[in-house]
């Protein structure tokens, strides 16, 4: 498995369903507005392109039914990630005058760990939506096992799908349009192909 591999299919795999899951995109986009909806749409995005990796047919239907199969999963999902991420960014502005170098190293260091940890969360879900045990605990386990197996792939998938946010939030459309199912294809993509592998072995 290689970036170019992995990208290349889960592009593939969404230009054959890219009706689809544009509409799946804005969805997504507006179930962000209540926020309660937020976290559980986010985890249905994903089901949808296991699906479509799959091959599979989905719908509104299939969508709205991930949506419910996960909802307190995605919350709990959710906190544990915004509680993360709000210490992250608290440290970061609070001691953001600190001008020592043992505080400069510091704030990298939170930054860095924040960056990796949210890039776990790439394959979160096609974990999640693949395993029996669909614990936390079990789900986080193996993300760190697939990055502990593939650390170039994962730094390489992670740093990707980090600029392409940030050129679709710069470029706002058409990028937005599709951002969601991108991301939630790529890492169904790299996590299915991993788990073929292992199967294989």
């Known amino acids: ?14 230009w054959d369903d890219w009706v689809p899951f544009i ?9 962000q507005i209540p926020i309660v909806t937020g976290p559980p749409a986010t985890a249905a995005v994903f089901a ?4 479509t990796y799959n091959g599979e047919y ?17 919350w709990r999902w959710g906190l544990l990630n915004g509680v993360i991420v709000g210490v992250a960014v608290t440290n970061l502005l609070v001691y953001r005058q600190a001008a020592s170098p043992s505080w400069q190293l510091l704030r990298v260091v939170w930054l860095l760990t924040t960056l990796a ?3 776990l969360n790439l394959f979160y879900w096609p974990f999640w939506w693949s395993q029996k045990d669909q ?8 993300c760190g096992r697939f990055v502990l197996l593939h650390p170039g792939l994962a730094l390489s ?14 470029t706002t459309l058409p990028f937005t349009a599709a951002l969601t199912g991108w991301l939630a294809l790529i ?15």
Not at 1 to 14: D, K
Not at 48 to 51: C, F, I, P, V
């Open 1 to 14: 498995m290689n970036l170019r591999t992995i990208v290349g299919r889960a592009f593939g795999l969404w």
């Open 23 to 31: 509409a799946l995109n804005a969805a997504w986009l507006m179930l």
């Open 48 to 51: 949808m392109a296991r699906l």
């Open 58 to 74: 989905w719908g509104p239907r299939e969508a709205w039914a991930a949506l419910r199969a996960s909802f307190w999963p995605a």
């Open 117 to 119: 940890w949210l890039s």
């Open 135 to 142: 614990s936390m605990r079990a789900t986080y386990s193996n």
């Open 157 to 170: 998938l992670a740093g990707f799908c980090l600029l392409l946010t940030l050129v679709s939030i710069l």
């Open 187 to 201: 890492g169904t993509t790299a996590v299915q192909e991993s788990i073929k592998r292992q199967k294989a072995a």
